[in-house]
T-cell receptor
Framework: NAGVTQTPKFRVLKTGQSMTLLCAQD?????MYWYRQDPGMGLRLIHY???????AKGEVPDGYNVSRLKKQNFLLGLESAAPSQTSVYFC????????????FGPGTRLLVL | AQTVTQSQPEMSVQEAETVTLSCTYD???????LFWYKQPPSRQMILVIR??????QNATENRFSVNFQKAAKSFSLKISDSQLGDAAMYFC????????????????FGGGTRVLVKP
């Protein structure tokens, strides 16, 4: 049982390049989330999914796209990376019950030059 | 929209002493959950403690306890007998208890408080 995993752990991009961050969970969770964390700040929600095939915008969605083709995977895409997207990205998942806690992945550090 | 505020950017505590972290939140809802997460240098987000708003009793987990004041919308974390391993960023977070699936039951985080533990 690996929990929530994220790939890659660290990546350097040049401005304008594209990339996809992969989040995988093996707990059969319905809900999945992508957050970003900037220095000295809390986590802010980018996009989320309440089930396979569904996605929705969070607090800071601009410049990102997501897909949830399989229940266990939630992909975050940057079509044209910008320096402002330099951040640490966290994925999380949880069950649908109201009492359930979010489980977080280890984070992906992204540097856009 | 709900907001969570942590007014202390950094707190310092002597090993074995007690430190209290402040958190206030704004909501119009009556039923919700509040959380404290710890983020050590490894960046892993670790759940420390959870409080359910309908419970009057303050949650406790070993050396960690909260003071939940619902009317004041305050949710402070007390770390007793501080240890070197407690040094980390601590985040307060809010989540509605309303099960509106489309809304995703999102967490709203405060800006964090860095805790330094002096040996």
């Amino acid at each position: 049982n690996a929990g929530v995993t994220q790939t890659p752990k660290f990546r350097v991009l040049k401005t304008g390049q594209s990339m996809t961050l992969l989040c995988a969970q093996d707990m059969n969770h319905e809900y999945m989330y992508w957050y970003r964390q900037d220095p000295g700040m809390g986590l802010r929600l980018i996009h989320y999914s309440v089930g396979e095939g569904t996605t929705a915008k969070g607090e800071v969605p601009d410049g990102y796209n997501v897909s949830r083709l399989k229940k266990q995977n939630f992909l975050l895409g940057l079509e044209s990376a910008a320096p402002s997207q330099t951040s640490v990205y966290f994925c999380a998942s949880r069950r649908t019950s109201a009492r359930e806690t979010q489980y977080f992945g280890p984070g992906t550090r992204l540097l856009v030059l | 929209a709900q907001t969570v505020t942590q007014s202390q950017p950094e707190m310092s505590v002597q090993e074995a002493e007690t430190v209290t972290l402040s958190c206030t939140y704004d909501t119009s809802e009556s039923d919700y959950y509040l959380f404290w997460y710890k983020q050590p240098p490894s960046r892993q987000m670790i759940l420390v403690i959870r409080q359910e708003a309908y419970k009057q009793q303050n949650a406790t987990e070993n050396r960690f306890s909260v003071n939940f004041q619902k009317a004041a919308k305050s949710f402070s974390l007390k770390i007793s007998d501080s240890q070197l391993g407690d040094a980390a960023m601590y985040f307060c977070a809010y989540r509605s208890a309303l099960m509106i699936k489309a809304a995703g039951n999102k967490l709203t985080f405060g800006g964090g408080t860095r805790v330094l533990v002096k040996p």
